[in-house]
Structures are given as C-alpha cells and as structure tokens.
C-alpha cells in the first residue's frame, strides 16, 4: 500500500500558493518593519522574486535602505543575492549600508577604527540608543550594537575570527532573528545561515547553506536539523520530509539525481538517515515497488506474501 505523502500545509516549499499574493505580504511587512515576517515569507516561498518591486516600481532592497533595516538588506542582497537598482548604487546616502551589507566581512570594524567618520555612520545606521563598541583583543573580536547591564542586549553586529554575526542578542548571546556567516574548517568554505537563534543555537526556522553548497530550510532546535525541513545536496539529491537530531527520520521524499530517464524517489520512512519501515520507489520511468525497508535495503514486498 502506498505510504500517505505528507500534507501539502506542512510543505510550503513544494509552491502550493500564489506567489503574488505572498509578494503582497512581503511588501506589507517590510513598509511595516515587520523584519521577522518578512524573512519567514521569502524563506518558506523561495519562488518569491527578492528582486520584485511594489505598484510604485520600489524593490525591496529600497524599502530596506530607507528604512535602515540591516537584516534585511544583508539578507536580500549578500544571502539572497538580489540585485541592486542602479539609482540606488548612485544614492550617496545609501552607499555605507550597502557596503554592510555586500562585504564578505565587515572589516573596518577591527581596520578601520581611528576613521571615526565611518563608525559614526556605522552606528547611525545599524542602532539608534544606546549604542556601544567593543574590542577584544584577545580574540580579536569586536561588537556594536545595543548594550545593556555590561553585555549586547537588543541589536548588534559583531565580528570574529573567521566570520560576522547581525542580529539580536539576549544577555551577550544571539537569540531571535539573526544572520551568522562563518568558515568552516570542516568543509573547508564558507557556511551563512539567516534565521532564528535561541541561547546561542540555531533553533527555530531558518536556512542553512554549508560550505560544501549543500542547502536545508526548515525547523531547527538545539543547533541540529529537528521537525519539517526540506535538504539539498549540493547537486544530488533531495529530501523533504521530517528530521530528528540532525538526521532523516520519520515520514519524507527522498528525490534521486536526475537522470536522462527522469527522476527517481524513494517516498516512505526514515530512521537515521536510512530508509527503514514502509516505503515505495519509483524509478525514473515511472515504475514503482511498495515494500518494507530494513536498515536501507528492501526486506520484502507484496510479490513475497
């Protein structure tokens, strides 16, 4: 018997919306400031253009920079890449927080801090009270943001070793929305992810790209890959479907690279990251088993009863 796809409501990124309708949203939440709805639209609709303009012709990356809205910029133009209109690369005004937002790293906090005409428009733009700078050097570390009771609390940008870090903080660690881009020694280049933090951790929604290219969206909790989520392996495979503990586990698709023949999949249960339980494959010309997985390999099927 066929095993039960998963509800299409819990599967945003398999487009079952309108996307001008999304778009609408996105507008409305970025007029709004609304940073955190916005990001969590055009993350759970990735078919949303981040290079698409209101009635007015104004695109988002507008909208952001008028508001001085750092995560958002940093999030459309260096995690998104969208494109930058002309009039605005021209605009004077706007040329220090695009320049935020396009670096690898934001360098001139460390390099740059006797040009004190830069820092001040650093901090005009990315906090508005109670701002302060921090250096350490004993990891060569710097922070600016908002600071409270002798630690960030609110918004900030810091920069480390290796990487940057936009976004909220609650007593000195990052927690809510953020944006962190890192070099991981494991894959050997650079890794970013934009979405939510809790102690520290990733937790909650969010989009993560290693340095190997591979890309997951969805539910994170305790820094691991937990709940719905969708995995692509950088040119190879994908899976949509549920994850524990960093791992494939529960009800999912796991969609085969593409072949000249088509595109299989292996649609069922997951327990670490193998197929294991009730399944069916397909194979690229459309035919399929139903069967019974044990540990990734097929156990039995209908044609042994």
């Known amino acids: 018997m066929r095993v039960k796809s998963l509800d299409p409501k819990h599967r945003p990124w398999a487009g079952y919306v309108d996307t001008r309708d999304v778009l609408q949203e996105v507008l409305t939440a970025m ?28 695109s988002l990356v507008e909208i952001a920079l008028r508001q001085r809205n750092i995560i958002a910029l940093w999030y459309l133009v260096s995690f998104r890449e969208a ?39 650093t901090v005009k733009h990315l906090v508005n009270e109670g701002q ?28 480390f070793v290796g990487g940057f870090y936009i976004g909220n903080f609650v007593n000195g660690v990052r927690h809510g929305l953020g944006c962190l881009r890192w070099t991981s020694p494991e894959s050997g280049g650079e890794s970013k992810y934009c979405g939510f933090f809790k102690n520290d951790q990733f937790h909650g929604e969010g989009t993560l790209i290693n340095g190997s290219g591979d890309v997951y969206d969805g539910e994170m909790a305790k820094g691991v890959r937990n709940g719905l989520g969708s995995l692509t392996w950088a040119g190879s495979y994908n ?67």
């Open 31 to 58: 007029k709004r400031n609304q940073t955190t709805a916005a990001i969590k639209l055009l993350r759970t609709f990735p078919t949303v253009s981040v290079d698409s303009t209101d009635m007015n012709g104004t």
């Open 83 to 121: 494109d930058v209109p002309e009039r605005v690369q021209n605009n004077s005004k706007y040329q220090p927080m695009l320049e935020h937002a396009t670096k690898t790293k934001f360098g001139f906090f460390i390099d740059g801090l006797n040009n004190t005409e830069m820092m001040s428009l």
């Open 132 to 159: 302060e700078r921090v250096i350490n050097d004993d990891d060569v570390s710097s922070f600016i943001g908002h600071w409270r009771c002798g630690t960030p609390n609110g918004f900030g940008v810091t920069e």
């Open 239 to 305: 899976y949509q479907g549920e994850f524990k503990n960093d791992h494939m586990h529960g009800l999912g698709i796991l969609y085969y690279p593409p072949s000249p023949f088509g595109t299989a999949y292996h649609e069922g249960h997951f327990h670490n990251s193998r197929r294991h339980g009730p399944g069916t494959f397909c194979d690229e010309e459309g035919n399929t088993t139903d069967g019974h997985w044990v540990d990734d390999e097929l156990s039995s099927s209908p044609s042994d009863f």
